[in-house]
Every structure is written in C-alpha cells, then in structure tokens.
Nanobody
Framework: QVQLVESGGGSVQAGGSLKLSCVAS????????MGWYRQAPEKAREMVST???????TYDDSVKGRFTISRDNAKNTLYLQMNSLKTEDTAIYYCAAYRCVFREPRYYDTPDYWGQGTQVVISS
C-alpha cells in the first residue's frame, strides 16, 4: 500500500521560505515520476512541480526560480524548497506519485497516488 506523508507546511510572511517533505512508504521515490500539487481556496488543484526518474524537473511558470524540487533516495523522501513566497502561494500542498507501467507518465498526466496535504499560508 502506497502512503505519502507530507510535512513542513505552516504560516510565514511574504518573502519567507518553507521546505516541504514527503516521506513515501510502499513506493520508491526514484522509481517513477513524483511531484507536488497545490489547491488554493475555491480553485482547482494545479501542478507545482514534478521530477522524473532521470531527474528532469518541471515547474509551473508561477514558481519558476523560486521553488526547487528534489529527492533523497536514501531517505525515500521528496522535497519542495519554497523561497520568496508570495501570498498567492497560499494553498494546501499535496505530494503526488505516479505508477510507471509501460512508460513513465508525463508531467501533465494525472498522478495515481496522493498524500493528505499540508497547509501553507503566506501573509502580507
């Protein structure tokens, strides 16, 4: 059974930083694409960043240059370093994982597994 457990959310002022972590069990973080999504109030869930098995990172334009996705294979953990945070980054952030069957899913494919989410609140 795949479990993704996020942590690291919180409340910070604009311009600050947070680092989200996602510990995976029943799943190997380097085995297939993983990513971070977010959902702001009254908005649809959107892709923030993904990382492929080969290490190719994809970012939404709104976070490019501010957020960095990474993983620690030894700890089986996915991270999202968020710098220069803006009020519009306020959302619930979800860790997501894909299943690699015949090919690795693309960054725009829908993930197969989700964490429970961690709240991020950025105040002005």
């Amino acid at each position: 059974q795949v479990q993704l457990v996020e942590s690291g959310g919180g409340s910070v002022q604009a311009g600050g930083s947070l680092k989200l972590s996602c510990v995976a069990s029943g799943y190997i973080v380097s085995g297939c694409r993983m990513g971070w999504y977010r959902q702001a109030p009254e908005k649809a869930r959107e892709m923030v960043s993904t990382i492929s098995t080969g290490g190719t990172m994809t970012y939404d334009d709104s976070v490019k240059g501010r957020f960095t996705i990474s993983r620690d294979n030894a700890k089986n953990t996915l991270y999202l370093q968020m710098n220069s945070l803006k009020t519009e980054d306020t959302a619930i952030y979800y860790c997501a994982a894909y299943r690699c069957v015949f090919r690795e899913p693309r960054y725009y494919d829908t993930p197969d597994y989700w964490g429970q989410g961690t709240q991020v609140v950025i105040s002005s």
